[in-house]
């Protein structure tokens, strides 16, 4: 995703991907099969990419003075940041100090923007005039900000150490913990309508939007 000058656009660029990546898990059902489990990880690894592409383009986008969807113009403090390059350069070295001055900065430098706390962090660096409505929509209850990373390493690594992490999510959602974890995800929690990886991905939507209104 690219920096805009409306936020609207940007939630409705995030919200059909992420809607996108529903329709897919919604038809994956347990026992998972073989083509099942790729889906999963295809939806779980592309979730969190979807976050951390929006979580950035949502930051350049505050640097680059967007609109809000109630017809506001986000401000930030820190007069000298007026471009993209400025944007990445100010959050590279608010997190890395050590790195050169100067771009251009590779993915690697640049923070991890799935991270809540990162992005928190630079807006709030900045001075932006839209940090509280930030901070009052990363707060909507939901696990998935935790769980959706444990998730992903586990479908890009799958090792002993990404399984057993796992574990850690079933239990907290009251899952059986022996379950295999593309299962797990496709199961409902107690007392949801939905699979586990189609509340995240509501999730994520409804916080997007909370962020871009």
């Known amino acids: 995703m690219k920096p805009v000058r409306r936020l609207k656009k940007l939630r409705i660029i995030a919200s059909r991907r992420a809607m996108r990546l529903k329709s897919l898990i919604n038809a994956c ?16 690894i592309e979730a969190l990419n979807l976050w951390a592409s929006f979580a950035r383009a949502y930051y350049l986008s505050c640097v680059l003075k967007a609109t809000t969807e109630a017809g506001g113009r986000v401000a930030i403090v820190n007069s000298t940041i007026r471009t993209v390059t400025d944007a990445l350069g100010f959050s590279v070295k608010l997190f890395k100090p050590h790195v050169r001055s100067s771009g251009p900065f590779s993915r690697r430098e640049e923070p991890a923007w799935h991270d809540t706390s990162n992005l928190l962090k630079v807006l709030t660096s900045l001075g932006a005039s839209n940090i509280a409505q930030v901070q009052a929509a990363l707060s909507y209850p939901t696990s998935v900000f935790k769980q959706l990373p444990v998730a992903r390493n586990f479908f890009a690594h799958r090792n002993e150490d990404t399984a057993r992490k796992t574990t850690g999510i079933a239990r907290d959602l009251g899952l059986s913990v022996n379950a295999r974890p593309s299962e797990m995800l496709c199961e409902k929690a107690k007392g949801r309508p939905q699979n586990v990886l189609a509340d995240w991905l509501d999730d994520l939507r409804i916080v997007i939007e909370l962020m871009c209104r």
């Open 29 to 44: 059902v347990v026992p998972i099969t073989s083509d099942g489990d790729r889906v999963v990880a295809f939806v779980v």
